[in-house]
């Protein structure tokens, strides 16, 4: 059984920055893409990053490319997200995703695996 387990999140102030890891098990971590979304109460999943099986392709959100980063560690099993130049339009319930293939995705339904997900709170 597939478990994906965040941490990372947090309360900080605009032009901050936070790391959010992902640790997964119950499958070969290394075959699979590994996403990053996030949710605002009452509003639909958002797409934040992608990254392929061996960490070599990526993919962001325009609203993040330039400030968020998303890596992998294969021997550790996890993925990571490092966010800077935080923004208040950032705060959100940040959920890392795990599909059943190598290909990056941005749409939700594409991911077959998700965490409970960590809280980002930026402040102004």
């Known amino acids: 059984q597939v478990q994906l387990a965040e941490s990372g999140g947090g309360l900080v102030q605009a032009g901050g920055s936070l790391r959010l890891s992902c640790a997964a098990s119950?499958?070969?971590?290394?075959?699979?893409?590994m996403g990053w979304f996030r949710e605002v109460l009452g509003e639909g999943r958002e797409f934040v990053a992608a990254?392929?099986?061996?960490?070599?392709?990526?993919r962001y959100a325009d609203s993040v490319k330039g400030r968020f980063t998303i890596s992998r560690d294969n021997a550790k099993n996890t993925v990571y997200l490092q966010m800077t130049i935080l923004k208040p339009e950032d705060t959100a319930v940040y959920y890392c995703?795990?599909?059943?293939?190598?290909?990056?995705?941005?749409?939700?339904?594409?991911?077959?695996?998700w965490g409970q997900g960590t809280q980002v709170t930026v402040s102004s």
């Open positions: 990254i392929s099986p061996s960490g070599s392709n990526t």
């Open positions: 995703a795990q599909r059943n293939g190598g290909a990056l995705g941005t749409i939700p339904s594409l991911y077959e695996h």
């Open positions: 119950g499958r070969p971590f290394s075959a699979f893409a």
